[in-house]
Structures are given as C-alpha cells and as structure tokens.
C-alpha cells in the first residue's frame, strides 16, 4: 500500500495524466484488499473521470471492473451491475474472450448475491464456455466453485460437490490460499445445505483457519456464521451467540451490509428458539432495517431497469447478429447465383465448343474419305494409264521387231541378189557399185541385229 500511495502521490507531482490513472487504479485496488471499501471507490471513480477524459478504454475497463467489485462488498447490487454491464459492453467490442469471462464471472457472483441463481448459473456457464474457446485457465478454479455453488442452491449437491472438487484440482495442487478458502467454504456450504454437519464443519474450520492467515474479514464473517447456525442447529446457544457477535462486530466495522443481514436473521431465529421473543423482535426489525437498505423499493427498480437495459440491448444485438447473418446468407446466395450462372455459361461454353469440335473433325474425317477416295481413283487411273502405255507400248515394239525381221530378210535378199550380181556381172564399174551397196547392206546387217539382241 505505500509504495502504491508513493507512486500515486509523484505521479501527481509530475502531473504525468498516464501515471495517475494507473497509480491511483492500483491503489484503488490495494484499498479494496485492505477492505478500506469506501476510500477504494472514491478514488476509483475520481481515477475513473480522469480515464474518461483521456479515453483511456484500457483503465476504464478495469476501473469499472473494480468498482463492481467495491460495490458487490458493499451489498450494492444495483451500483455493482452498472458498472460490470458498462465493462462488459467494452468488452465485447474489443472482442478479447479472456477479459469479457472474467467481467460474465462478476456479473454472476453479483447475481448469485441477489439470490437470483438462474441469471447466476447463466452467466457463469457463459464464462465457461468462452474460458473452453479460449483455452483460458485464469480464474477457471473460482468459476468452477461459483458453479457449484449455484448448483448447491438448486439441491442438487453432488453435482455442487463435483464442481466445486473439479475447481480446487484444477489448479495442480498450485491453488492460492484465497481459492483453496473459497473451495472449502463452498463445500462446507454445500454439506451444511444436505444436513451432513460433521462434514461441512471439517472443511468451515479449514476455510475459517486461512481467512484468519491471511486477514479476509469477510470469509472469517462467512465462516462465522456457518459455524453459529450449526451450533443452533445443535442447541448450542451459548456458542452460537458468540459466534453471532464476533460475526456482527466484524460486520459493522467493515461495512458488510450482506452479512449483517445474515447475522441479523440468525439471531432473529436463536431468540425464537429460546423463546426471547423481545430480542427476537429486536433483530428481526434490524434484519428488515438491513435487507431494506439493500434490497429498497428503489434498488429493486434500478436491477430491474438495468436487467432490462442490458437485456434489451442483448436483444437488440442479437437481432443485429441475427440481421448480419441474413445479409451475409443473401450474399451468399447471390453470390451462389452469380457462381452458378457462370458455371452455366461455361457449360455453354464448352458445348458450343465441343460442337464446333465435333464439326471441325467430322469435317476433316469426310475431306480425308473424299481425299483417300480422290487418291484410289487417280491411283486406279494411273494404273491404268500405265497399263495403257504398257500395251502401247509392247504393240509398238511388236511391230518394230516386225519390221526389223522383214528389213534383215530384205537385206538378206538384197546382199544375195549383190553377191550374185557380181559373180555374173563383167563390167568393173557395175561390180563396184554392187560392192558398194554390198558393203552398205553389211554394215546395216549387224544393227538390226543388235537392237534385236536388245529386245
């Protein structure tokens, strides 16, 4: 607390805007330990303005988130929920599900205070499950004891019990000694609620035994008043009377209107027990006193106005969520549409494609018949152009070789009637003419025969 008090103090000195509103945040949040609740929310709302006027969100939510809590030890409800719902509601817009569990959480103690258990479980199961999303484990072990707090009220104390043991092993036997009191408190609660009194004392002595180690007043109140109701429950007046006044005395000097009001009902009971039906009257109008103080006509109306706020703007957000989701399914479905008219348009496309394909290779496939069909024509034609040519041909040389018979028979005849001519001729000059043609007849001779050889 003082070097909170010193760090505070210089950076007023500085008059640094920052270091105020974290300095006097946390010394804000060292008075409300040292159970200093009023001084705690003055100068967390005088911090607050300063946070607002700097539109410092960061501070402001956990200044918020504070004097929430200052005010649930107060047993002002209807203060604790304004100002856990305006958190809340930053929160969200941030978006960060670790810092909007731990606001649901507040909310739900604030309402398990009211005795109000369905909006406590509520917003307690709503923190579980953004703790599971986020795979949070900060404050899982207190939320898991809440629960099951909640559920004890309901009657069902096994499945209290389970939650509340599900809590204490959630830390791996690392709990803190303010988690490890609540867990047993809570148990000794839930035994106390199912008539197992032996039961519930055990662990009330343990959770008592650590509130006095660590000077939490309110749990030492709390515990108190368990161990007075047992005790009245046993007859025990003298002992319950004296845990009642411990419980008062400490009730009044802090400030703890919630508990009075318990400590209040329990004497109002033990009188009527012991037939003290003055005394009784005494703490029955004091009791009526408190629970008026704290549950007036007009706190009633600002919870329920508040209850309503927040819930019309849940309303409204929802219907805002539900707007968005019909806008983005109408985008969806357009977007389906567009999707499907071009899937369609290509399924034209590759049709028409297809087709004009198809075409393009039936086109081709009747040209190469026609062209395989011009080919054995010309091919059939030429064939017989060459078998023409060949006949032609052969006729030509058939005659030919007819004529080259008959001229070497000529020649034959002609060399004969020569060499004839000349035995019988005497004149020189005939015979030399005879020679001569005799010669020409020779050397023609052997022509013929060679082309004849050719063939």
């Known amino acids: 607390m003082a070097y909170a008090t010193q760090a505070f103090d210089l950076a007023l000195k500085l008059r640094d805007s920052s270091r105020i509103i974290r300095g006097g945040r946390i010394k804000s949040a060292e008075l409300r330990r040292l159970e200093h609740i009023d001084d705690a929310i003055v100068m967390a709302l005088y911090i607050l303005r300063i946070a607002r006027r700097h539109k410092d969100t960061t501070e402001i939510k956990s200044l918020l988130n504070s004097l929430g809590t200052s005010h649930i030890l107060r047993g002002e409800y209807d203060q604790a929920l304004r100002y856990q719902f305006e958190s809340l509601v930053i929160r969200e817009k941030g978006g960060n599900k670790k810092e909007i569990s731990i606001i649901l959480n507040n909310i739900g103690v604030c309402y398990y205070k009211l005795n109000d258990i369905p909006s406590s479980i509520k917003y307690f199961k709503r923190c579980l499950e953004l703790k599971r999303e986020s795979n949070d484990k900060y404050g899982l072990d207190r939320l898991l004891i809440n629960i099951g707090l909640c559920v004890n009220e309901m009657g069902n104390y096994a499945e209290a019990i389970k939650y509340i043991t599900e809590g204490l092993n959630s830390c791996d036997g690392k709990c803190t000694d303010q988690i490890i009191l609540e867990g047993e408190i809570a148990l000794g609660d839930t035994f106390y609620d199912a008539k197992l009194f032996s039961e519930s004392l055990k662990h009330l002595k343990i959770s008592y035994q650590i509130a006095k180690r660590i000077d939490n007043f309110r749990f030492q109140v709390e515990n108190i008043l ?102 983005l399914r109408e985008e969806l479905i357009q977007k ?118 050719g063939e």
Do not use: W
């Open 226 to 327: 368990y161990f007075a109701r047992i005790h009245l429950i046993k007859k025990d007046f003298e002992m319950a009377i004296r845990y009642l006044n411990e419980a008062e005395n400490i009730s009044l000097q802090k400030g703890y209107k919630f508990l009075l009001i318990d400590t209040y009902e329990v004497f109002s009971k033990l009188f009527n027990e012991i037939k003290d039906y003055k005394s009784a009257s005494l703490y029955l109008s004091k009791y009526i006193a408190y629970k008026d103080s704290v549950f007036n006509e007009k706190v009633t109306s600002n919870l329920a106005q508040l209850h309503a706020d927040f819930e019309e703007r849940e309303n409204l957000k929802t219907i805002a969520e539900k707007n968005q989701m019909l806008s």
């Open 336 to 453: 389906q549409k567009i999707q499907l008219a071009l899937m369609a348009a290509i399924a034209l496309l590759l049709t028409i494609v297809a087709i004009m394909l198809y075409k393009i290779y039936r086109d081709k496939l009747l040209i190469n018949i026609k062209l395989d069909q011009k080919v054995k024509e010309r091919t059939e034609e030429l064939r017989e152009n060459n078998r023409s040519l060949t006949t032609a041909y052969e006729l030509q040389q058939s005659k030919i070789l007819k004529v080259e018979k008959e001229s070497l028979i000529i020649l034959s005849s002609v060399s004969g009637l020569c060499h004839a001519a000349r035995l019988e001729l005497t004149d020189g000059r005939a015979k030399e003419y005879i020679q001569k043609v005799a010669n020409n007849i020779d050397q023609l001779s052997p022509l013929f025969k060679k082309t004849k050889e």
